[in-house]
Structures are given as structure tokens and as C-alpha cells.
């Protein structure tokens, strides 16, 4: 089965400038509008589960790229939300370059194969400088979305 990244892509789930100017701020701002789009989560409870995972390593994964990643056992379903800055943040990444995509992924706690699945897809399409550079270009968050939509049918 594929596992397309615009099934757990909401249209609210695209923040077209993430205006922040660190990884903490970029992670909180990125768990209010989780608890926005999902108002069954906890703001705090989200950021809590992103910052515990970073503290394991960051998930900056380089080329300007950052994955986030957690499950949440009040899920009831995967989320994705996707974070871009213009002018990108700190964010401790494998290449110490500043990210400027972030691909937020969220799930409930039994969903260990297709949380791994979406993982590994949202990272297989996030390391061409192609998508990238389209993305960054997109005017806004229907443009971005639309990105993903034609990525996703490419992989």
C-alpha cells in the first residue's frame, strides 16, 4: 500500500511563513495550530512530545530540511503539517544549515507501520533540491499543497 503524504495534509495544515526566529519558537508555533485543527490536543502535550524527540537528536535532517516527529496517544488519526520560513532558523540540522521546511508528522501510538511508512515517504520527497526550491517558491499555501499533491504522485 502507498502511503500518500496528502492524505494526512489538512488545507489549515500549511503555515506559508513560520515567522520565528528559533527551533523552540518554530515547535510551538508549529503545536498551536495543531491544537487549532485538532482542539481534542493539548498545545503543551504536543510541544512536549516534539521537544522530547529532538532531545534525542535533532530533526533537522539537512539541505534545509526538518522532520519533527511524534505520536500522541489521544491521536486518533496521522496528522501532517508543513512549516515554511523564508528566511529559515536555527535548528541544530545534520549540515548546521538553517531550515526552512518543516514537515511536522503526528500519530497516534499504534500506528507503528504507517507512521514509519510516512516517514520515510515525507523524507524520500524532501531530499531532491527539486521540491525544495519549489516549494520555497510557492506564492502560498494552496501552491505548496499543490506541490506535495504532484510529488506525491511521483514517488
Same mark, same amino acid.
Request: charge should be negative.
Given at each position: 500500500m502507498? @502511503?500518500?503524504?496528502?492524505?494526512?495534509?489538512?488545507? /489549515?495544515?500549511?503555515?506559508? =511563513?513560520l515567522?520565528?526566529?528559533?527551533?523552540?519558537?518554530?515547535?510551538?508555533?508549529?503545536?498551536? /495550530?495543531?491544537?487549532?485543527?485538532?482542539?481534542?490536543? =493539548? +498545545?503543551?502535550?504536543?510541544?512536549s @512530545?516534539?521537544?522530547? /524527540?529532538?532531545?534525542l537528536?535533532?530533526?533537522?535532517?539537512?539541505?534545509?530540511?526538518?522532520?519533527?516527529?511524534?505520536?500522541?496517544?489521544?491521536?486518533?488519526?496521522?496528522?501532517?503539517?508543513?512549516?515554511?520560513?523564508?528566511?529559515?532558523?536555527?535548528?541544530?540540522?545534520?549540515?548546521? /544549515?538553517?531550515?526552512?521546511?518543516?514537515?511536522l508528522l503526528?500519530?497516534? =501510538?499504534?500506528?507503528?507501520?504507517p507512521?514509519?511508512?510516512?516517514?520515510?515517504? @515525507?523524507?524520500?520527497?524532501?531530499?531532491? +533540491?527539486?521540491?525544495?526550491?519549489?516549494?520555497?517558491?510557492?506564492? =502560498?499555501?494552496?501552491?505548496?499543497?499543490?506541490v506535495?499533491?504532484?510529488?506525491?504522485? +511521483? @514517488?
Amino acid at each position: 500500500m502507498t @502511503v500518500k503524504i496528502l492524505d494526512f495534509l489538512c488545507n /489549515r495544515c500549511i503555515i506559508p =511563513d513560520l515567522n520565528t526566529k528559533s527551533k523552540e519558537e518554530a515547535l510551538a508555533g508549529l503545536a498551536k /495550530r495543531v491544537a487549532e485543527i485538532e482542539p481534542a490536543l =493539548d +498545545q503543551d502535550a504536543v510541544l512536549s @512530545v516534539l521537544n522530547e /524527540r529532538e532531545q534525542l537528536g535533532s530533526t533537522g535532517i539537512g539541505g534545509g530540511v526538518a522532520i519533527p516527529h511524534g505520536k500522541l496517544p489521544e491521536l486518533g488519526h496521522m496528522l501532517i503539517l508543513v512549516g515554511r520560513s523564508l528566511g529559515g532558523i536555527p535548528f541544530d540540522a545534520m549540515d548546521n /544549515r538553517p531550515v526552512h521546511i518543516m514537515f511536522l508528522l503526528l500519530a497516534p =501510538d499504534n500506528s507503528a507501520t504507517p507512521y514509519l511508512k510516512l516517514l520515510a515517504q @515525507v523524507s524520500r520527497v524532501l531530499k531532491t +533540491q527539486e521540491v525544495h526550491k519549489r516549494i520555497m517558491e510557492a506564492p =502560498d499555501a494552496s501552491s505548496i499543497k499543490k506541490v506535495i499533491e504532484e510529488i506525491d504522485d +511521483q @514517488v
